[in-house]
């Protein structure tokens, strides 16, 4: 954006376009080379697949203003919950099963206790 305006001001950056910039990154993956890549191309295709979807919707809810960010806000807030590693973590867990199909177990990603049991009982 500034490549064209040769400009940069606090109002080109309105709300619909920061929490676009931040679902890229959440989506994506924080803490990879490969999570914003594929959270860019992701929110891409976000809006052509809401546009898509509201012809599928009744009128009073197709035609509601605030659509778009409302389903941004709601795949960040799935997003943490339930995949924080994003779409990079994803396709890491997808390529570790391929690579050991035979031997892949489903509890490997189970994340670790911070403490062993017998300090717990202290």
């Excluded at 400009?7 to 309105?14: D, G, M, T």
């Excluded at 910039?21 to 990879?32: K, N, W």
């Excluded at 203003?65 to 339930?82: A, D, M, R, S």
């Excluded at 994340?111 to 009982?121: G, N």
């Amino acid at each position: 954006m500034a490549q064209h305006l040769q400009f940069i001001s606090p109002e080109a950056f309105e709300l619909k376009e920061s929490l676009r910039l931040l679902l890229m990154i959440v989506v994506g993956g924080m803490g990879t080379l490969l999570g914003p890549i594929l959270g860019a191309a992701f929110v891409m295709v976000l809006p052509l697949v809401i546009r898509e979807a509201r012809n599928f919707m009744p009128a009073s809810v197709a035609d509601a203003p605030g659509i778009e960010p409302l389903v941004f806000g709601l795949v960040i807030v799935l997003f943490i919950l339930f995949e924080p590693s994003g779409l990079a973590g994803r396709w890491v867990k997808i390529r570790r099963l391929i690579e050991t199909f035979p031997y892949y177990r489903s509890d490997s990603f189970v994340r670790q206790k911070r403490y062993l049991k017998t300090e717990r009982m202290r």
